[in-house]
């Protein structure tokens, strides 16, 4: 029997090195992959995991793992055809992108029914009323909170200058009385209110509770009365708004967080 011939250890390493290794692949997330969603003819592309975040719409159901029973036709490898509105379908997808819809109030394409139709059909968890308002609508809302906004600067007012209360007056035509305050400081107030002279009135009667409601939430220290009344003498309508520092809940936070709150530790 022939001796055995030992390869050197050079030709063992290099034949270890050429010899084929087992490689892990990374598993694919699935909720990375990309979509082609064709709509009406439309196409849209976009990424699994963007509609997985509203699982409880059409689209994030369907495309859930054990769904496959659900999927819409395949077009083309990953791409699905869904027989909708292809245009309006840039409102659908913009909802899985940003958590709301952003029609415009110029838009003349799609009405406002056909889009509501669309966000029924996939099953979106916003109305027609969430959608962007006209601009007619936005500069009436945006007189509205300008208003709560001044009323909000009248408090502070009254605040800083250490007053404990004043009575707002609002009476037709376009009339505003301030009483309660030094004299110095009322015209200081009415420069905040005059601009709203005109529409006050307006406001007060339609949503003059709902204002009461929010200054109360959001300024804790404010106490706020609202009253109607119908001055007959002079054939007017008159609303009455009493706002009241309250100072046991204002002064313990002077006290508190204030210069003298660091006294009053030592002091102890």
Known sequence: MPPKVLKPKSVIK??????????????????????VLNVGGKKYETFRKTLLQYSDTLLGTIFQDGNKDQLPPVANGNEYFLDRD???????????RLGKILFPAEENRISREALQAEIDYFMLPVG??????????????????????????????????????????????????????QKHLVAKLKDILNPFQSYAMF???????????????????????????????????????HMDVQRNLLDGAIFKHSLLGKATTVAQ
């Open 14 to 35: 290099k034949s270890i090195e050429e010899k084929p290794q087992d490689i892990v692949e990374p598993v694919p997330d699935k909720n990375n992959d990309r979509i």
């Open 86 to 96: 292809g245009y309006a379908f840039r409102y659908i997808i913009q909802f899985y």
């Open 128 to 181: 027609i009323d969430d959608l962007a308002l006209s601009k007619a609508g936005k500069k009436a809302i945006s007189k509205v909170d300008e208003f709560i906004h001044a009323l909000e600067r009248i408090f502070y007012e009254l605040v800083e200058n250490f007053e404990g209360s004043v009575k707002l007056v609002f009476a037709e035509p376009d009339e505003l009385e301030i009483e309660g305050v």
């Open 203 to 241: 406001i007060l009667a339609r949503c003059g509770k709902e204002v009461g409601v929010y200054l109360r939430e959001n300024v804790p220290e404010l106490s706020w009365q609202m009253e109607f009344k119908q001055d007959k003498t002079q054939s007017r309508q008159v609303y009455e708004i």
